[in-house]
């Protein structure tokens, strides 16, 4: 059965940071595969947050998070990850890990984990 599955989410201050995780089982990261981030805010679209292809050579960032988030992967481990700093009110949502190979007609969702920013 394949799985994504998120974590790391929680509460944090203004300025603090998160690490997420994304950890796949049931298929393997392939360099096949583009991993990606997205959240979504209450009475928002989902919107997408980064990006990183295959063998991690590209990475791609939303504007309003360039130079505060990161993007990392590790295939033997299965795992993306996503590095927050400074992290503001407004990055507030849940934040959904996605793997997506189109050869393979794949695309898969992790349910999400929630990040809360707030005093």
């Known amino acids: 059965q394949v799985q994504l599955v998120e974590s790391g989410g929680g509460l944090v201050q203004p300025g603090g940071s998160l690490r997420l995780s994304c950890a796949a089982s049931?298929?393997?990261?392939?360099?096949?595969?583009?991993l990606r981030w997205y959240r979504q805010a209450p009475g928002k679209e989902r919107e997408l947050v980064a990006l990183?292809?295959?063998?991690?050579?590209?990475?791609n960032y939303a504007d309003s998070v360039k130079g505060r988030f990161t993007i990392s992967r590790d295939n033997a481990k299965n795992t993306v990850y996503l590095q927050m700093n400074s992290l503001k009110p407004e990055d507030t949502a849940v934040y959904f890990c996605?793997?997506?190979?189109?050869?393979?007609?794949?695309?898969?969702w992790g349910q999400g984990t929630q990040v809360t920013v707030s005093l």
């Open positions: 990183i292809t295959g063998a991690g050579g590209f990475k």
């Open positions: 049931g298929f393997t990261f392939s360099s096949i595969y583009t």
């Open positions: 996605n793997a997506n190979a189109y050869t393979l007609r794949a695309d898969y």
